[in-house]
């Protein structure tokens, strides 16, 4: 396998590490869920809206609505705004990992849908699972992606219950 081969893994890899900061900030904190019909969650901090924002989070604000093709800004992104520069930062990551590579974003928006769901972060599947659905996402597709969560979340289960080794080497190398 050459690194050509390992691209697609390392995108991946970085939609799902990126996703589980993403999640693990807006759970924490109780962020609300935008597009669920779920009671509102109360934020221990809270957000700044467009109006209240300086001059350049409301720049970064207009790339993520641009981005997101939204008149909305995610609550994680304006509760990040607290601190400008972190913000920036943050979405600059934020963007590079979903936009189009190897991979294109509506790959990756499912792959964070499922990230979601398997670390159980309800702000997570909201968002990742709205997002996918607006790039294209069939339900067919929702439900192909729920059953390889559901099967795979089992089978991991099931190996740590029966504290099985790896029975292949995960490099590669025989």
């Not at 600059?92 to 974003?105: I, P, Q, Y």
């Not at 309800?122 to 790039?135: C, K, M, P, S, W």
């Amino acid at each position: 396998m050459g690194y050509g081969d390992d691209a697609y893994w390392y995108e991946a890899a970085y939609v799902y590490g990126v996703t589980n900061g993403i999640n693990a900030v807006a759970d924490g904190l109780r962020l609300p869920l935008e597009n669920s019909d779920t009671p509102a969650r109360k934020p221990l901090i809270m957000p700044i809206e467009f109006e209240e924002a300086s001059d350049r989070v409301k720049d970064t604000y207009s790339d993520i609505m641009t981005f997101y093709q939204s008149e909305q800004i995610p609550a994680i992104f304006k509760t990040l705004a607290h601190d400008d520069g972190y913000l920036k930062d943050y979405w600059g990551a934020v963007r590079f990992v979903f936009s189009d590579g190897r991979l294109d974003r509506l790959t990756k928006e499912t792959l964070a849908f499922t990230a979601s769901m398997a670390a159980k972060s309800d702000y997570g599947v909201d968002f990742h699972l709205t997002e996918a659905r607006r790039l294209g996402l069939s339900e067919k597709g929702v439900m192909e992606a729920v059953q390889v969560v559901q099967l795979f979340s089992c089978y991991t289960k099931m190996a740590d219950g029966l504290q099985l080794s790896p029975d292949f080497d995960p490099m590669g190398v025989t």
